[in-house]
């Protein structure tokens, strides 16, 4: 999940970001909300991501997965 408030100073960042993952079709989820690099905006977001990594849904291996091979391109490794 890549999420950022569209007046934060990172904005731009994070939409090149998006596309390069899109580019190398990593899935992922995109979220912009109204606002900058503050406790309000990350609240927001932190409750979206929340119930997306907790879901009923969630598969967990495979979101492991996907975060690892993103995580060694940036990288050159994953951490785990």
Do not use: Q, Y
């Amino acid at each position: 999940m890549d999420a950022c408030g569209t007046d934060d100073r990172l904005i731009e960042l994070n939409r090149k970001l998006r596309a390069w993952l899109a580019s190398k079709n990593v899935k992922h989820v995109d979220i912009e909300t109204p606002g900058a690099h503050t406790w309000m905006v990350w609240r927001r977001n932190l409750t979206e991501f929340s119930s997306l990594l907790f879901s009923a849904e969630a598969n967990h291996e495979k979101m492991n997965a996907i975060f690892g091979r993103t995580m060694k391109m940036f990288l050159g490794f994953a951490p785990w």
